[in-house]
């Protein structure tokens, strides 16, 4: 693969020094060579071709690699970033921002693929001089993520390379979790930024993050660190989680009340989420610290919260 890259940087050398020589319509030409992103065939990440950018100037520029990712490139196992489920409808720039606004048939595809076809879209136009940062929106609204807040300005860093040539469906969320106070009576709210593996839902993330506990001091755990997620799904609006028997394990510095509503209040600030029950190896047969029957269908709780 090194070698085939190699052999095609150099006769994209070559090709810009007859373009040079004999003169391009509609421009010199730029001569620089850029990563056109492309979707894997598995549709797992993204791959990386080479390109020498024909027009000069930001704005032309622009309009070339989007015409360049309309177009799988010959020889390569990839598939297009923009087609007929990733339509462009119109383009501006401000200053170092390029604006997408994209067709509405945007909003169909699926979360990870969605990830990806950013990560392209921002990775490829951001090597262009004079553009730091891109953003979208579908038709007249502004893109969002899975838990419906906006995604705003992107750059590069925002996505993240794997170890090879792929950059994986990774994404930057925003959360909001509840932790113990020091008495271990109360709640506390902290709002927590992850980048995350787009494979796993929202609601797993947000039980897994709990687990791990808080970031500072001032907060205090609400469930035991050997928990483990064994799987999470949501019906209806009411989110089921079901974790492994350590859960039972009482902390001590946290009441059975905080521990339950740190869970539920945590996942109800999801859009999808308006209840939660929790269950042992998948049975609810059983009472949590001999206070709450596994079988009750928890509610947010206001009054816990500092």
């Known amino acids: 693969m090194k070698r085939k890259r190699n052999i095609l940087l150099f006769l994209l050398c070559l090709l810009g020094l007859c373009l040079y020589g004999c003169g391009r319509t509609g421009g010199t030409g730029d001569g620089r060579i850029v990563d056109v992103y492309y979707l894997s065939k598995d549709e797992n990440g993204i791959e990386r071709e080479p390109y020498m950018l024909q027009e000069e100037g930001a704005d032309r520029q622009i309009e070339e690699l989007l015409e360049v990712m309309a177009h799988a490139p010959e020889d390569a196992d990839s598939k297009v970033v923009l087609g007929a489920a990733a339509t462009v409808l119109e383009v501006s720039r401000e200053e170092a921002q390029v604006i997408l606004t994209m067709d509405e048939g945007y909003r169909n595809l ?18 262009i001089d004079g553009v730091d940062f891109v953003s979208m929106k ?41 932790f113990a106070d020091e008495s271990g009576t109360k709640l506390v709210e902290a709002t927590r930024s992850v980048v995350y593996n787009t494979n796993i839902s929202m609601e797993k993330l947000v039980v897994e993050q709990l687990i791990k506990g808080p970031n500072n001091e001032e907060m205090f755990p609400t469930i035991n660190a050997e928990t483990k997620v064994i799987n999470v799904t949501v019906k209806d609006g009411i989110c089921y989680v079901n974790l492994n028997e350590s859960f039972l394990t009482p902390l001590t510095n946290a009441t059975a009340e905080v521990t339950i509503y740190s869970i539920t209040n945590s996942l109800v600030e999801l859009p999808n989420v308006n209840k939660v029950q929790i269950s042992i190896n998948g049975d609810t047969e059983g009472t949590f610290r001999e206070k709450f029957p596994l079988s009750t269908i928890f509610e947010r709780n206001l009054e816990l919260i500092e």
């Open 110 to 127: 699926n979360p990870a693929t969605e990830v990806l076809t950013r990560a392209a879209l921002v990775r490829t136009l951001t090597q």
């Open 138 to 178: 579908v038709r007249n609204d502004p893109l969002t993520d899975r838990s419906g807040n906006p995604i705003g300005i992107m750059e590069a860093s925002m996505f993240i390379d794997n170890a090879g040539d792929e950059i994986n469906a990774y994404e930057k969320v925003r959360l909001t979790l509840y």
